[in-house]
Every structure is written in C-alpha cells, then in structure tokens.
C-alpha cells in the first residue's frame, strides 16, 4: 500500500502546491543554498554587516512571484534579475543593512534557479519539473547538501519565510523602481499584496516540512532521480548543478557588495 500512496502523495501535493514551477525547491532547497553560502561554502563571501539567519530566511521571498495573490495581481515579473537589482539599488539608497542583507539572498535565489532552469531542468516540462525539485527537497531535507551533511532534519522545520525577511516595505519601493527602470506597464506592489503572499508561501514551505515527514526517508526520491537520469530525462546527477548554483550567487552577491 505504501509503495502507491507515496507516489500519490507526491503528486497530490505537486498539484496542490500553489504555484507553476519553483526551479529549485523552497523547502529546504533554498534555505540550503543560503545556509551554504553563508557558512559553508568555499568562498563564503557574505558580507560582515549580513545577518545569516535573516540572509537565508530571504532566500525564499522570490518564490512569492508563484503563489496565487501574486499571480493573480499580476506581480511575477518579481522572479527576475531585474526585480533583484531594483531590491538592491532600493536598499542601497536607503542605507539599511537589513534591506542589502535581503537583497543579497534574493539575488542568490534568482542567480541559483537561472543555474538550474539552463542545465538539469532546461528540457523537463511539468509534472516532472517539480517532482524533481521535491526529490531534491527531500534529499536535503534528510541527509544535508552535497557540502554540507551536518544541517538536516529536523533542524529545516525551524525556517521559514515571515514578513521581516520580505519586508513589504522594501518591496513596494523596489516594484517603483522596477517600474519606472524596466516596465512601466507593471503594477506596483502593496503592502495587502505582501501580507497575503507571504502566509501564502509560509504556509506552502511548512505544507512541504510535512509531506518530506510522511515520506519518511530518502529512498524513493533517491530512486525517482536515478530512475529519469537513466531513462535520459535529466541530463545527470543534481549535485554539481547544485555546486553551480552555489557560484552563480557567490558570482552576483560579489557584484551587490
Ligand atoms: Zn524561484
């Protein structure tokens, strides 16, 4: 019985999962590469006045873009280089550190899924795109990352996105800017529209805690991944992208110092 409820359960939650595609996973995907980069990877190049926990926390807030009140608004185009240089240049004016320290994790965020969306994932359509960004999920959510073993279950549960690490006010000012530098025909983003969204990806991330839970373990991840490596779906094992994704944000943090 286990051996089918378990895949349908990964497909129930991929279809309910309120959004189109995250290139890589929220839950713990992309705390892990914030987690790296601020404390782990080989360059370790966050910045002093950078507070990591709050660094890693933002490195979910551009996946707002996928959930329904933003969708619905009209505010994806948030998912883009563009949007994160906005942020910055936004944070950097105002002089607040919190501000650049949020800019810089969702920089990381943009430059990692660039990574993987023009390499492993480039030729994977749905549903088979974010069933394999659930697999990784649950690989790092049980044994680390490829550099990292010592971060895992249940010490993920803990992070999640809140307002302080999107905070609406930064956003609605970098959505003016965007406006006026980029797309004028955009709408701006307000402070309702942040409130809504972030419960809603807080709510996804904590929803996706609970289904790596009733998975139990890494096995048929493991086995789902190798499985499309053979059948020549992925082009190769996930962990060097992962390494990669890692540089791509080290690479464009060094440009935001
Ligand atoms: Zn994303």
């Keep these: 019985m286990r051996r089918f409820l378990i895949p349908f359960l990964a497909l ?3 279809i309910l999962m309120p959004r189109t595609a995250f290139p890589w ?4 995907t992309h705390f892990s590469i914030g987690n790296d980069l601020a404390n782990n990877h080989k360059y370790s ?10 660094f890693i926390r933002a490195n979910a807030c551009p996946d707002l873009a996928w959930t329904q009140t933003f969708k619905n608004a009209g505010l994806s185009y948030i998912h883009t280089l563009a949007f994160a240089d906005a942020l910055y240049y936004v ?3 105002a002089g607040n550190s919190n501000w650049i320290t949020i800019a810089h994790g969702y920089g990381a965020h943009i430059a990692a899924d660039n990574t993987v969306h023009t390499t492993l994932l480039a030729n994977v359509d749905e549903p088979i795109h974010s069933l394999v960004e659930v697999s990784i999920d649950t690989i790092i959510y049980y044994n680390g990352t490829p550099i990292d073993h010592s971060k895992k279950h249940p010490a993920w549960k803990k992070i999640n996105v809140g307002i302080d690490a999107c905070d609406p006010d930064l956003f609605n000012r970098a959505s003016s800017r965007y406006k006026a530098d980029t797309d004028y025909t955009v709408p ?3 402070w309702w529209n942040m409130q809504f ?9 904590a929803a996706e805690y609970t289904y790596h839970e009733l998975k139990g373990n ?9 499985s499309l490596v053979i059948q020549g779906v992925l082009p190769g094992p996930w962990e060097p992208v992962y390494q990669d994704s890692l ?10 110092y």
């Design 45 to 54: 190049i966050l910045p002093a006045t950078d507070s990591p926990q709050l």
């Design 218 to 226: 890494t096995d048929l991840s493991e086995a789902y991944l190798q």
């Design 91 to 93: 944070a950097l004016e």
């Design 12 to 14: 129930a939650f991929v």
């Design 188 to 190: 701006t983003i307000q």
């Design 197 to 205: 969204a972030v419960l809603e990806l807080a709510s996804s991330i």
């Design 247 to 256: 540089d791509a944000a080290e690479i464009w943090i060094d440009f935001h």
């Design 25 to 28: 996973g929220n839950a713990p």
